[in-house]
């Protein structure tokens, strides 16, 4: 019950991931229409239209002219993760966190001492680098620059439709977490998630943290997939982790020893499993 207790968000996390593809699964080869189409555009039960706002924003810059369904699709899509964290997407749904997470829990594991050990860094702006050029090569190339080679709709593609040379961008990231890079792609390259940590800077859910409960022994440090985040002196000012490139994973609330975590509105509001008023 211990082990379940401090890995629940993480099995909901990986249940939320694994749901997320099975519906789109049983769309694609079982006609189910529950969730339809792709990561980048879909529907929900046939009707609610939801669309990737980064990939609805590089397909503008083409110079297309999109629907009316396609961007209410990507208004959807932005108000959800505005409400709940905009790079919740990253640790919930998107399919290459897995590859990320077991290539970070492995490296400990395998003693992997070269690359990520010796120094081997890019600087985390070079995401955002990356989400601005999508929209100028995206102009000038007619396509949607990032979508064209995305490993994200590499792995749900092949995923969805059976094994192919895609697999190939998912071994690639695997090996670049794991051996070379740390962090690696979703930390330092990923535009998408660089696009919706722009948007999780105002998101109204947070992680809210209490100083009292505090003693900084560093383990929400230890596990956090951007441990730059986690500031003592800027979080006991604000009372939250103010940082949109949180990715609301909740693993600093599964380790903490003195449940100095909780999930909260950022507005006020009480807390999302904070423990009873008196208790140690």
Not at 69 to 86: E, K, N, Y
Not at 137 to 154: K, Y
Not at 237 to 253: H, Q
């Amino acid at each position: 019950m211990t082990w379940f207790w401090t890995h629940h968000y993480l099995l909901a996390r990986r249940t939320t991931q694994l749901g997320v593809l099975v519906l789109f699964w049983l769309g694609a080869h079982w006609h189910l229409g529950v969730l339809t189409g792709n990561l980048s555009s879909s529907r929900v039960l046939r009707t609610v239209p939801l669309a990737d706002p980064y990939a609805v924003l590089q397909i503008l810059a083409t110079g297309q002219v999109l629907g009316s369904t396609v961007l209410l699709g990507a208004a959807i899509v932005l108000g959800f993760w505005f409400v709940t964290g905009g790079r919740g997407f990253c640790a919930w749904v998107c399919p290459v966190n897995p590859v990320t997470d077991l290539a970070a829990w492995l490296r400990p594991q395998l003693g992997v001492r070269w690359g990520v050990r010796r120094g081997l860094r890019v600087d985390r702006s070079v995401r955002y680098w990356i989400m601005f050029l999508a929209l100028p090569v995206s102009a000038i190339t007619g396509v949607a620059a990032f979508e064209w080679l995305s490993p994200i709709a590499m792995t749900h593609r092949e995923l969805i439709y059976g094994p192919g040379l895609g697999l190939l961008a998912v071994a690639g990231i695997f090996v670049l977490d794991l051996f070379v890079l740390r962090p690696g792609w979703c930390g330092s390259l990923c535009p998408l998630g660089a696009f919706y940590s722009l948007v999780g800077r105002w998101s109204l859910l947070r992680v809210r943290f209490d100083p009292e409960r505090c003693d900084h022994c560093g383990d929400c440090i230890r596990v956090c997939p951007e441990p730059q985040i986690i500031r003592y002196d800027e979080m006991e000012r604000s009372g939250f982790i103010d940082s949109g490139n949180c990715l609301n994973c909740a693993r600093c609330l599964e380790v903490c020893p003195r449940d100095a975590y909780h999930f909260a509105p950022r507005f006020g509001g009480d807390a999302v499993g904070s423990p009873e008023e008196g208790s140690p």
